[in-house]
């Protein structure tokens, strides 16, 4: 088989069918439908092509007609969605002869960005919010090099400086304002057509910073334009109830969630994720932290997927949407799940159940599996 580029790429046979067994990465393979020139120039860790998963547990659980699909994007290379746009953000760094870059980040941009820069040999300085990041996302930040700086607010103060601060230093902005991220994130609705071999009737996700439901909705349009679908998904957004700027149609100070990772009150692509709800006919809603809690052990214990808190906002609002009797029969609905549960590994803990301690001793173990196991 030959990829898009022109090279050929290695085969594996699964399933009687023919695959490629070493994934390129989403540039290589959709090097027609984005914008890098210079195939030398190419920074990849081999992203994308994440599995698209049915959720039939869940569909049941919630009494379903629909079609459930999750996207796990936490099995890109850093652990979460960022990989696809910071692959193509650093290699159009690297081929306009950039030697840093910088982002503001709630953690996943920062852990990306770090880990992309060190494999181009870049420096890579990262703003975070002072301790309103997950310790996943700031080791992997710390451990790929970055400059890691803390900054005294939140993720939209950062952002601000970090503007301030390129527009003084030949610093490279990776945040979703550079255009080649969101080029490189609508690769994720490539893959999903590609996988359905149609668009999904409804695309729900968590919105933040709004870059990413921006990126989406190109990539469907695109897809749309070249004859690969025939129709287009409605977008559904959901922030969390304490950061919904975008719902309640105003900047918000001081946003507070759980769900760390979209505590934004002042998304950048905002306007254009008001454009692809509306062009899309879609929604952008909210979800309460305890909603968000509940879909993400849902998942964990329903599907066995373990997905960060703010990524299972997508899932709480099919959840809500559901109740409130939305859905057709039969439609087919993806999730993304943007990132990684393990980024996040001290929420699980506190909405887990202790673990049991016993002494070491035969008698007493098999108390507990008497018990358990009811003879
Ligand atoms: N889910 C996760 C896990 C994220 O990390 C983010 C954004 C989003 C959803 C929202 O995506 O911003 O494109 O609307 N994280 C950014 C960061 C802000 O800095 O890592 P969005």
Same mark, same amino acid.
């Given at each position: 088989m030959k990829a898009k580029?022109?090279?050929?790429?290695?085969q594996v046979r699964i399933a009687g069918r023919q695959v490629p067994s070493n994934w390129p990465g989403v540039i290589r393979y959709y090097w027609d439908l984005l914008p890098v020139k210079k195939q030398e120039c190419v920074v990849t860790l081999h992203e994308g092509n994440t599995p698209l998963i049915r959720c039939r547990n869940l569909e049941r659980k919630i009494n379903a007609e629909f079609q459930l699909y999750a996207k796990l994007e936490g099995l890109n290379p850093t652990c979460s969605f960022k990989d696809r746009g910071m692959t193509v953000a650093i290699t159009k760094a690297v081929e306009e002869g950039s030697r840093a870059v910088i982002c503001a980040s709630t953690g996943n941009t920062s852990a990306s960005a770090a880990a992309y820069a060190a494999r181009a040999g870049m420096r890579a300085y990262v703003l975070v919010p002072q301790g309103n990041i997950s310790l996943g996302k700031l080791s992997q930040a710390m451990i790929h090099g970055a400059k890691v700086i803390e900054v005294e607010g939140n993720f939209d103060t950062a952002l601000r400086l970090v503007k301030e601060i390129t527009a003084r230093f030949a610093i490279t902005l990776v945040n979703s304002i550079n255009p080649y991220r969101i080029e490189g994130q609508k690769t994720a609705a490539f893959e999903i057509c590609d996988l359905l071999g149609r668009a999904p009737d409804y695309h729900f996700l968590p919105v933040g910073n709004a870059g990413n439901i921006t990126a989406y909705w190109k990539g469907y349009r695109e897809y749309l334009e070249i004859g690969r679908i025939t129709s287009l998904p409605k977008m559904m957004g959901f922030q969390a109830a304490?950061?919904?700027?975008?719902?309640?149609?105003?900047? &918000? @100070?001081?946003?507070?969630? &759980? #769900?760390? $990772? !979209?505590? &934004?009150?002042n998304p950048a692509s905002w306007q254009a994720a008001l $454009? $692809?709800?509306?062009?899309?006919?879609?929604? !952008?809603?909210?979800?309460?932290?305890?909603? !968000?809690?509940? $879909?993400?052990?849902?998942? #964990?214990?329903? @599907?066995? !997927?373990? #997905?960060?808190? #703010?990524s299972a906002a997508s899932v709480a609002g099919v959840i809500k949407k559901q109740r409130e009797g939305f859905f057709g029969k039969g439609e087919v609905l993806v999730c993304t799940l943007t990132g990684h549960g393990l980024k996040d590994p001290d929420i699980a803990i506190r909405h887990s159940p202790k673990p049991v301690r016993l002494a070491a001793d035969l008698r007493l173990v098999?108390?507990?599996?008497?018990? @358990?196991?009811g003879r």
């Amino acid at each position: 088989m030959k990829a898009k580029s022109g090279k050929t790429v290695p085969q594996v046979r699964i399933a009687g069918r023919q695959v490629p067994s070493n994934w390129p990465g989403v540039i290589r393979y959709y090097w027609d439908l984005l914008p890098v020139k210079k195939q030398e120039c190419v920074v990849t860790l081999h992203e994308g092509n994440t599995p698209l998963i049915r959720c039939r547990n869940l569909e049941r659980k919630i009494n379903a007609e629909f079609q459930l699909y999750a996207k796990l994007e936490g099995l890109n290379p850093t652990c979460s969605f960022k990989d696809r746009g910071m692959t193509v953000a650093i290699t159009k760094a690297v081929e306009e002869g950039s030697r840093a870059v910088i982002c503001a980040s709630t953690g996943n941009t920062s852990a990306s960005a770090a880990a992309y820069a060190a494999r181009a040999g870049m420096r890579a300085y990262v703003l975070v919010p002072q301790g309103n990041i997950s310790l996943g996302k700031l080791s992997q930040a710390m451990i790929h090099g970055a400059k890691v700086i803390e900054v005294e607010g939140n993720f939209d103060t950062a952002l601000r400086l970090v503007k301030e601060i390129t527009a003084r230093f030949a610093i490279t902005l990776v945040n979703s304002i550079n255009p080649y991220r969101i080029e490189g994130q609508k690769t994720a609705a490539f893959e999903i057509c590609d996988l359905l071999g149609r668009a999904p009737d409804y695309h729900f996700l968590p919105v933040g910073n709004a870059g990413n439901i921006t990126a989406y909705w190109k990539g469907y349009r695109e897809y749309l334009e070249i004859g690969r679908i025939t129709s287009l998904p409605k977008m559904m957004g959901f922030q969390a109830a304490g950061a919904a700027p975008i719902v309640l149609e105003r900047v &918000i @100070e001081q946003p507070e969630t &759980i #769900a760390s $990772a !979209i505590r &934004i009150g002042n998304p950048a692509s905002w306007q254009a994720a008001l $454009a $692809a709800r509306d062009e899309s006919k879609g929604a !952008i809603d909210m979800v309460s932290d305890d909603e !968000i809690l509940a $879909a993400y052990k849902l998942l #964990a214990d329903s @599907e066995g !997927i373990l #997905a960060e808190p #703010a990524s299972a906002a997508s899932v709480a609002g099919v959840i809500k949407k559901q109740r409130e009797g939305f859905f057709g029969k039969g439609e087919v609905l993806v999730c993304t799940l943007t990132g990684h549960g393990l980024k996040d590994p001290d929420i699980a803990i506190r909405h887990s159940p202790k673990p049991v301690r016993l002494a070491a001793d035969l008698r007493l173990v098999e108390d507990f599996f008497k018990q @358990e196991e009811g003879r």
